[in-house]
């Protein structure tokens, strides 16, 4: 079950459009069981700028990857920390390509082989000629030990 406010998934998915045809990515902070709270933040796909610097470390450009902007990322995490929240939901595209968690959104997800947040879920938005074709949740499953998609 996820608790996640509808205008979220509807903020997310337009910011999947508008960025088209890159990945865009966001998250989500709020209250675990709770939608009222929930705050959307479009991030930076800072992919481009690390591909064009840095292109053997960076192989991809943001066609196919993402990036948050480390500064954003530390900004939300203050808010979320000020206002008692926490982070629901990290949200990317998928330009051309379908709704599944590739290994390296996994490889991103985590940190020496455990979930840097998981608690949060993950939402993969796919986009084929700037319409939104599939979307779909990622949890981290503590059994499995991998990213298993959320049946809603
Ligand atoms: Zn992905």
Redesign the pocket.
Known sequence: MIHLNDDMLNGAREHAVNEYPY?CCGIVIGQPDNPDHDLIFPCTNIQNQLHEKDPQTYTRDARTAYFIDPRELMEIMKQAAEKNLVIKLFY?S?PEHDAY??E??KRMALFDNEPTYPDSRYL?ISVYNREIRDEAFFEWNSETLTFEKLHL
């Open positions: 990945e990317h998928h968690f590739s390296e959104d993969v």
